[in-house]
């Protein structure tokens, strides 16, 4: 039953990762091509790319973001995976205008940050000021937002976007679970969320560290979608470090054993609504 479908994002990078951390970690352009299209052919729908620059911090320049793209293309022609461009930024490094900058490349989905929260040792910032410029943003170039809620008066934040039509059916929500400053990544707390979400809405969940298997797990269970990667968790198990591919190929696997198919980049198109 195409119902029982799973969305599988990867999200390959991440704003704050080092090759010190896990020398698998993609951080170039080209890496995150080839980790891109590896996590493809394993069964990833949809890819959420942070970009670095030659330092290794991250940047949010649009040259960046579209070399990626242009890389996957060019490696893989016939490659159709659906790209998440983050808006996110990271603390310090980029402002809020340069944050939007991404969008205007027209990726079919970008993050949407649904509010401020402590996040590890900083304030991640979302003012509402920002919310609103990003939100037209979106709408102006036709891109999905990936509603990303830290916490659930994250779902209210985006209640005002849903009703003025900013946002249209079907609504993307992507749970960010277990960063430290914000919910917990529990099953309840994710049956809470899930069960928060205005109609017309679709979940998928992430989870920090060594949750982020378990909450992939529940979502498996529960009916809801599946982001993995390195953004999110370094290791595949305790001490051993994992690889992008090496974690969506367990996850499909996994999905896979309990009748979860993941949905085709095609499929995923259908069911979000894109293009
Ligand atoms: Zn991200």
Same mark, same amino acid.
């Given at each position: 039953?195409?119902?029982?479908?799973?969305?599988?994002?990867?999200?390959?990078?991440?704003?704050?990762?080092?090759?010190?951390?896990?020398?698998?970690?993609?951080?170039?352009?080209?890496?995150?091509?080839?980790? =891109?299209?590896?996590?493809?052919?394993?069964?990833? =729908?949809?890819?959420?790319?942070?970009?670095?620059?030659?330092?290794?911090?991250?940047?949010?320049?649009?040259?960046?973001?579209?070399?990626?793209?242009?890389?996957?293309?060019?490696?893989?022609?016939?490659?159709?995976?659906?790209? /998440?461009?983050?808006?996110?930024?990271? &603390?310090?490094?980029?402002?809020?205008?340069?944050?939007?900058?991404?969008?205007?490349?027209?990726?079919?989905?970008?993050?949407?940050?649904?509010?401020?929260? /402590?996040?590890?040792?900083?304030?991640?910032?979302?003012?509402?000021?920002?919310?609103?410029?990003?939100?037209?943003?979106? &709408?102006?170039?036709?891109?999905?937002?990936?509603?990303?809620?830290?916490?659930?008066?994250?779902?209210?934040?985006?209640?005002?976007?849903?009703?003025?039509?900013?946002?249209?059916?079907?609504?993307?929500?992507?749970?960010?679970?277990?960063?430290?400053?914000?919910?917990?990544?529990?099953?309840?707390?994710?049956?809470?969320?899930?069960?928060?979400?205005?109609?017309?809405?679709?979940?998928?969940?992430?989870?920090?560290?060594?949750?982020?298997?378990?909450?992939?797990?529940?979502?498996?269970?529960?009916?809801?979608? $599946?982001?993995?990667?390195?953004?999110? /968790?370094?290791?595949?198990?305790?001490? $051993?470090? &994992?690889? /992008?591919?090496?974690?969506?190929?367990?996850? $499909?696997?996994?999905?896979?054993?309990?009748?979860?198919?993941?949905?085709?980049? &095609?499929?995923?198109?259908?069911?979000?609504?894109?293009?």
């Amino acid at each position: 039953m195409d119902g029982d479908k799973v969305i599988v994002s990867a999200a390959l990078t991440g704003s704050a990762g080092t090759k010190a951390q896990n020398p698998a970690l993609p951080i170039t352009p080209e890496e995150i091509a080839t980790d =891109a299209i590896r996590c493809w052919n394993l069964g990833a =729908a949809i890819v959420h790319i942070h970009v670095r620059g030659d330092d290794g911090l991250v940047s949010c320049d649009p040259a960046l973001y579209d070399r990626v793209r242009t890389l996957i293309r060019e490696q893989s022609p016939d490659c159709d995976l659906i790209i /998440n461009m983050s808006t996110g930024g990271g &603390a310090g490094v980029t402002g809020d205008a340069a944050r939007r900058e991404p969008v205007k490349l027209r990726p079919e989905i970008a993050s949407f940050d649904a509010g401020s929260v /402590n996040f590890a040792g900083r304030v991640f910032v979302n003012s509402p000021q920002f919310l609103d410029a990003l939100a037209d943003d979106l &709408a102006e170039y036709n891109v999905k937002p990936e509603i990303e809620c830290f916490e659930s008066g994250m779902i209210e934040n985006a209640r005002p976007y849903i009703a003025s039509g900013a946002f249209t059916p079907p609504y993307w929500f992507q749970f960010v679970l277990g960063i430290r400053g914000a919910a917990p990544a529990t099953v309840k707390q994710l049956l809470h969320m899930a069960e928060q979400l205005p109609p017309q809405s679709l979940w998928s969940v992430c989870a920090i560290g060594r949750a982020q298997l378990p909450m992939n797990l529940a979502a498996l269970v529960i009916g809801g979608h $599946v982001r993995t990667g390195l953004e999110d /968790n370094h290791y595949l198990s305790r001490d $051993v470090k &994992a690889t /992008n591919p090496q974690l969506v190929e367990r996850l $499909v696997r996994l999905g896979r054993e309990i009748g979860r198919e993941p949905a085709t980049p &095609a499929e995923t198109r259908q069911i979000l609504g894109l293009g």
